[in-house]
């Protein structure tokens, strides 16, 4: 009936360790989210709504508490919504806990289900690193995760497939970092006269 | 041009319309070394932070920033509601360039001055406190007055000099302070436009700079890799060896040009510099007039005349 995930805020270019607590109890159905949340992060709620009943799950008929912990910081941006939904199915008995703890989560839902990327990754990456976690985050940012040093990445297009690679049944193939790229040359001195 | 992007010194270039100064900047990005791992690790945090990260690659070349002269305060030290990084943090460990520096809001100008110096910068709002770090390289391109051709007496309008001091007026003091090497772009004359071009490939410069790095970085054992432009003025006391006549005359350069501490500073680094490039040991006598020489722009007096 109760969960916690690992994921993080920025403020500036340092990160700081939130913990996304769910909470299942009696009452009116409802899901509120707490924790000095912004307009982006109030929003998630019916993403992850929209994206478990494309899984076949519905929310519980329960009284759904989802707490973002520190609760005295601001909470900005769209990479809760993957911590919030992987909180909620904990909470529901989808998921075990242990399958998720030592995980740091990022992402943003799509109503279909689908993880979109998000900003921010590379130094989420280093913040996992430091604390010897790993990294669940959405396909497209993997080769940018890569970068964050030697800590295992788990880059998953949907909540499905995570879910899957979760429950050990199919497993998600492992991250390449991305290129070293070097833009090409702009114009030549040899051009400039005098 | 070269020895900015040796030692990174900040570089006011002032010139009339057409000169060449926007085409001298944008070679600057294939003139400097490559970032290292760990720089290019913090220019693609940076980066990553507003998503702009394409196909999660680690750029190694370093930034180039041109705002546009419309830019906003909040635009290039950053802020807005979630205190993003600005142009000047997107900047960091490259070259930030602003093209026609008169037209920039002087107080989006003015803001710049801190970051110079510290290399970080600290947004403080109500209820946000962060630090983005900011180590750039500031190159600016201006016209000596609103017209442009202060220079040439036929074309110039009938209101210099007047005119050119109200206009470099709209870039205070101490801003021009912080430049240490200020050259004027003149204008061609026809018959060099039209003569096979002579100048080296960026190639060859980029070898050359390379090499005077290394000669540089050799001289603090190695121990840093750190431009010239950011040696401390504690460093300064340590590695540079000025010889007695050099002493003199930069006493003199001080008291007759009225150089402040910091300028005196700048001038030993950009001597340093090309030094360097010389792959001289000491710093020798025309090193040193060669760095004055760079701030005579300021120290005449806003303009000449």
């Keep these: ?194 | 041009m070269e020895i900015a992007a040796t030692g990174g010194h900040n570089l006011l270039m002032i010139g009339p319309p057409g000169a060449g100064k926007s085409m001298l900047a944008a070679r600057l990005p294939d003139l400097l070394p490559p970032l290292s791992a760990r720089e290019a690790l913090e220019v693609t945090v940076i980066h990553s932070i507003i998503g702009q990260v394409p196909k999660g690659g680690l750029c190694q070349k370093r930034p180039f920033r041109e705002p546009h002269h419309s830019a906003s305060m909040a635009a290039l030290v950053g802020g807005g509601q979630k205190a993003m990084p600005g142009e000047i943090s997107l900047a960091h460990n490259g070259v930030l360039f602003l093209d026609e520096l008169a037209e920039f809001n002087r107080v989006a100008i003015d803001s710049l001055r801190q970051p110079l110096e510290t290399g970080e910068i600290i947004i403080a709002r109500a209820n946000n406190h962060i630090r983005y770090p900011a180590r750039f390289q500031l190159i600016a391109a201006m016209n000596p007055c609103r017209c442009g051709y202060l220079a040439d007496a036929s074309r110039a309008c009938s209101r210099a000099p007047d005119c050119a001091r109200l206009y470099m007026a709209k870039v205070s003091g101490p801003m021009l302070d912080r430049f240490d090497i200020m050259i004027d772009v003149a204008e061609l004359p026809p018959s060099e436009l039209l003569s096979p071009s002579v100048a080296e490939n960026s190639a060859s410069v980029h070898r050359r700079i390379l090499a005077a790095r290394e000669f540089g970085a050799g001289r603090h054992n190695g121990s840093n890799s750190q431009v010239n432009a950011r040696l401390s003025a504690d460093q300064i006391d340590r590695h540079i060896v000025l010889a007695p006549d050099i002493k003199r005359l930069l006493e003199e350069a001080m008291t007759k040009q009225k150089l402040s501490a910091r300028g005196f500073h700048k001038v030993l680094r950009v001597a340093q510099t090309i030094a360097d490039l010389e792959r001289s040991e000491t710093l020798q006598r025309h090193h040193v007039l060669e760095a004055l020489s760079y701030r005579g722009v300021l120290l005449s007096g806003p303009l000449p005349g």
């Design chain 1, 1 to 194: 009936m109760h969960s916690h995930i690992h994921t993080i805020s920025f403020r500036g270019i340092d990160t700081i360790p939130v913990s996304v607590q769910v909470h299942l109890s009696n009452g009116l159905p409802a899901m509120a989210i707490v924790g000095l949340a912004d307009k982006a992060v109030g929003e998630s709620r019916e993403r992850v709504r929209a994206a478990l009943s494309s899984l076949g799950l519905a929310l519980p008929a329960k009284r759904i508490a989802v707490n973002l912990s520190p609760a005295d910081i601001v909470k900005e941006g769209a990479h809760f919504d993957l911590p919030i939904a992987l909180g909620v199915l904990v909470a529901m008995g989808a998921l075990p806990q242990d399958a998720v703890d030592e995980h740091l989560v990022l992402g943003e839902l799509s109503l279909d289900g689908s993880i979109q990327p998000v900003s921010g990754i590379l130094p989420a990456a280093l913040c996992a690193a430091e604390r010897s976690q790993r990294l669940i985050c959405p396909a497209e940012n993997g080769p940018e995760a890569a970068w964050g040093g030697d800590i295992d990445i788990l880059a998953a297009g949907s909540l499905t497939e995570l879910l899957n690679h979760l429950r050990g049944t199919q497993l998600l193939s492992p991250v390449k970092s991305g290129m070293l790229t070097t833009p090409p040359s702009g114009p030549d001195m040899a051009d400039l006269r005098g």
